[in-house]
């Protein structure tokens, strides 16, 4: 996830109770991941799980609209990653003025004299000063016999705007000019991508929980193909980075919303495996990056190949079904119905009428009574202090180092191309890892050994030697593959350390501070311009810290899910093993998502 998670890279949340969801928290991921330990309410006859489980809970009708909406998480990654490529850093050198020809190549045999050489490559903002006699030549004279090395000294001056490139890509550093003293700016691009991200996921959430998770989705990623488009036409830089902000203000909602979606979809006993299969396309779109940018090496073109096909999002307002918890949570009790009837239909399966009328009758009774919970947010700060504070700095240090690892993959040496694109399937198997360590040795220890392995990999990085890409590769990438299995496993473990009527709220705070860490990760390429290893050594040192702090966490596997302040209390307590029988309705309702 880029990350970015990654991006990422915050968590699209859910209330399953009362049949009425919320997305309206900036996050990515959310406690919609444990929507899958809803098991216990397809018991009652007249709720959707129980309805969901008998027309199927994951039948055509839910396999066709699931596969139609991992196309928007595809996108997703195209769109808050796609920084990396259009605005990065160019290989370039000085143009000697009296060795270059307009048709010399970046690579030459009199460099040894002429551009130092360092961190393993030529120098690429100085060259060696020149000698008297020759600095009075024309900066356009092409090659002459000053072209030696007795006309050149030991000391070094700046390059101005003047350079030989390697390679025939294009990015808004060649086309704007941003070089050397001014690199800082293509930096500072990928943090406007977060800051729009930070102003987006929310306003978003909100307006999916007005207006429609299917409208949302479409409209947004229908913006989002406009600003990208309109980016590619750029003049300067102050309109490319203008429209990066409003790209991401309205199309980074297209992760949490698709999410929240796809997993309203299916039945209480498949939302764990959907919520973890369709954040693994995001990581496949982050792959996907990769070939097209080694296919299309001109950022102009680059954004309309990544944003062109995305305005067919508009289609999803007719092709696809409104999420059936948000029409009930609205009272519209007509569309519900068609939705789950058509859905029956597909699936080839029954659906009693009097089961449908059962569903809306109590669901109008639940709009009726319900009012507007109390969130004793004072309370639960002065209580769960050292929880809260402890989870934010987990957050953080994971979009720092999520993304920052993304990010830093181009810098890697070799073929940045195919270092991104191993970025991106490396979290594939990341995604899936929780789902069988979880349970067998407890979320707080996952959490923990995943962050001191990535740790120990960052670490051992900034040992290997400069021309060992290899061994470099390798660490990277068990690094990359520990972080996103720890933050696949934080989205799961935050939503079941707090009680009911903050978990939402908190799980919200915890992902903003998180999105601090994402605004900063793209500023650490800039550290190895002072220190090759830097930015591996400040992840090494955030993952060691934030690893052994976990183990101050309680520990919430086969617990629980706490409802009150009491409850999360007594997470802490030492686990006590249940005494009722496992038929027996007592054994059923912790599973309950309340």
């Not at 360590?437 to 670490?459: K, W």
Request: aromatic share 12%; proline share 5%; net charge negative.
């Amino acid at each position: 996830m880029s990350d970015e998670k990654q991006s990422i890279n915050g968590a699209a949340s859910a209330v399953v109770e009362n049949e009425c969801p919320t997305t309206s928290n900036g996050h990515l991921f959310g406690p919609e991941t444990e929507a899958g330990r809803v098991e216990a309410s397809a018991e009652e006859d007249n709720s959707l799980d129980a309805i969901l489980v008998r027309i199927g809970q994951f039948g055509r009708f839910q396999l066709i609209n699931y596969a139609l909406l991992c196309v928007p998480m595809v996108f997703n990654a195209f769109f808050s990653i796609s920084y990396v490529f259009t605005a990065s850093t160019v290989v370039q050198r000085c143009n000697i003025t009296q060795c270059d020809s307009p048709d010399s190549l970046y690579e030459a045999p009199w460099l040894n004299f002429t551009v130092p050489y360092k961190n393993s490559a030529w120098d690429s903002c100085s060259r060696y000063v020149s000698v008297p006699e020759t600095q009075s030549l024309s900066s356009s004279l092409p090659s002459t016999e000053f072209c030696s090395e007795e006309y050149f000294g030991n000391k070094t001056e700046s390059c101005g705007t003047d350079f030989k490139f390697r390679d025939e890509e294009k990015t808004i550093s060649t086309e704007f000019n941003i070089f050397c003293q001014d690199e800082w700016k293509l930096s500072l691009v990928g943090t406007i991508n977060n800051v729009g991200q930070f102003v987006g996921i929310p306003l978003g959430g909100y307006f999916a929980d007005r207006y429609g998770r299917r409208t949302m989705l479409a409209i947004a990623g229908s913006l989002s193909a406009l600003m990208g488009i309109i980016r590619s036409l750029s003049t300067n830089y102050s309109m490319f980075l203008c429209f990066e902000f409003l790209d991401m203000a309205v199309g980074s909602t297209l992760f949490p919303t698709a999410f929240l979606l796809a997993i309203e979809l299916v039945g209480p006993k498949r939302r764990v495996a959907a919520a973890t299969i369709i954040t693994i396309f995001y990581s496949i779109g982050e792959a996907m990056l990769g070939v097209l940018a080694a296919h299309v090496q001109d950022w102009r073109w680059l954004l309309r190949v990544l944003y062109a096909p995305a305005i067919l999002h508009v289609l999803m307002l007719w092709i696809l079904p409104e999420s059936v918890r948000w029409l009930l949570c609205q009272g519209e009790e007509k569309r519900a119905a068609a939705v789950l009837k058509r859905a029956a239909e597909i699936n080839k399966r029954p659906l009693p009428e009097a089961q449908v009328d059962q569903l809306l009758n109590s669901n109008r009774q639940k709009l009726q009574q319900a009012n507007e919970s109390q969130y004793p947010i004072s309370q639960a700060a002065r209580l769960f202090a050292w929880r809260i504070a402890n989870c934010c700095f987990c957050w953080f240090t994971h979009t720092l180092i999520a993304l920052g690892l993304s990010l830093n993959s181009v810098n890697l040496g070799g073929n940045k191309y195919n270092n991104f694109m191993f970025n991106g399937f490396v979290q594939i198997p990341g995604l899936i890892l929780p789902l069988v360590i979880m349970d067998r040795i407890g979320r707080r220890y996952s959490l923990c050994i995943s962050m001191l392995i990535c740790a120990i990999c960052m670490a051992a990085s900034a040992a290997v030697g400069p021309d060992d890409y290899a061994g470099s590769l390798t660490l990277f990438l068990i690094g990359k593959l520990a972080i996103t299995c720890s933050f696949q496993i934080l989205y799961f473990f935050t939503s079941e350390m707090f009680p009911t009527n903050v978990r939402n709220s908190l799980l919200s705070f915890c992902s903003m501070i998180g999105r601090i860490g994402s605004m900063l990760a793209p500023q650490t390429p800039l550290l190895a311009k002072y220190y090759k290893h830097a930015p591996s050594i400040l992840f090494a040192t955030f993952a060691l810290v934030s690893g052994f702090l976990t183990l101050g966490f309680p520990e919430t596997a086969d617990k629980v899910l706490p409802t009150t302040m009491e409850d999360a209390r007594d997470l802490d307590a030492p686990r006590q093993h249940s005494d009722f029988p496992e038929d027996s309705e007592e054994q059923v309702a912790p599973s309950k998502m309340c």
